[in-house]
């Protein structure tokens, strides 16, 4: 009997070292082949034939392409991984965080803006519907056998957005509507511009550690990805930000945004914080910078707007 319950022990003793290394393995992989310095839109370029669907499109794609990337991505959507990669490779989990957190209030500002003739008018369903019914699930909800979680959810706020796209002047019943005003290129770039500032409230804070630094850092990195994105498609669709604004604002705001989807050192450090260590570099202050920066031009095309 003692032999058989040693075997029964070293069989369940392999088991679990399999076990073990198949999570490592697991692990391993999500972050190797995970990134969070993905390319950003590349809006197509329109000319005086561009139809309102085109531009619609862009728009669309622009709002919604950040999320839809880290979807279609190798790993996927990882905050809601069931087994806890999103509590060892947090990096990636912030990052995907802060893109949901920034495509929520890009989606109904969008909607809001470009979507309908006036204020007044009924905003088109399948956006309320991606933003209030699809975009504000929660991002680490899994659901019961894939019903219900966040990826399926998601795709289908992403889904509804394509929908309006292509119904712009469509002629169908349910044709969506195409109307960007100067109000409305004001209202976008000053979401563009509250994202920033509250991704920068996030980093200036001297009391973040080395341990919590990379947190903020991607976050921010996620929420200024979307900026880049909505601010890319709104350049596209709608020449009155350099004419107004200014190519030198522009220019500048687009290059500090690419500088930060691109930042990516190999360990994160806070150093010269109060928690941290003044011989090291400090990297939340530095990204801290470029989104100041960046903010301060989209400041500057508004107040230029403004005139």
């Known amino acids: 009997m003692n032999l058989h319950l040693k075997k029964y022990k070293f069989i369940a003793l392999k088991a679990l070292i399999a076990v073990v290394g198949i999570y490592v393995l697991y692990v391993f992989t999500v972050g190797m082949v995970t990134s969070t310095c993905p390319n950003a839109y590349e809006a197509p370029t329109l000319d005086d034939t561009a139809t309102d669907q085109n531009k619609a499109a862009i728009l669309a794609d622009a709002t919604t392409f950040a999320l839809e990337n880290q979807l279609d991505s190798f790993m996927g959507w ?34 809001k803006t470009a979507s309908r003739y006036g204020k007044n008018d009924t905003l088109d369903p399948r956006l309320v ?21 966040a990826e399926s959810k998601y795709k289908a706020g992403i889904a509804n957005w394509k929908s309006w796209a292509n119904s712009v002047d469509s002629g169908a019943k349910n044709a969506g509507i195409y109307n960007v ?4 290129v004001y209202a976008i770039l000053k979401y563009c511009n509250q994202m920033l500032e509250y991704a920068l409230g996030n980093l200036n804070d001297e009391n973040i550690s080395h341990f919590d630094a990379d947190n903020n850092v991607y976050f921010a990195k996620g929420i200024a990805a ?6 890319h498609g709104l350049l596209a669709v709608d020449s009155s930000v350099v004419d107004r604004g200014g190519q030198e604002n522009v220019t500048a705001a687009v290059n500090r945004l690419q500088y930060i989807r691109e930042f990516n050192p190999m360990y994160v ?30 400041s500057d095309i508004m107040q230029s707007m403004e005139k």
Not at 140 to 146: E, N, Y
Not at 226 to 231: C, K, P, W
Request: net charge negative; with cysteine; hydrophobic share 45%.
């Open 269 to 298: 450090v806070a150093g010269g914080n109060v928690v941290g260590d003044a011989m090291l570099p400090n990297h939340v202050a530095a990204i801290a910078r470029h989104i100041d920066v960046a903010s301060n031009r989209i």
């Open 181 to 184: 005003k100067s109000d409305d």
């Open 78 to 111: 990882i905050p809601n991984d069931l087994l806890f990669v999103p509590k060892i490779l947090d990096n990636i989990r912030c990052y995907q965080n802060g893109i949901i957190y920034a495509t929520r209030p890009a989606s109904d500002i969008v909607a």
């Open 129 to 149: 519907d991606a933003t209030s019914r699809y975009f504000v699930y929660s991002g680490d909800v899994w659901g019961f056998w894939f019903i219900y979680d």
């Open 226 to 231: 979307v900026v880049e994105n909505v601010l």
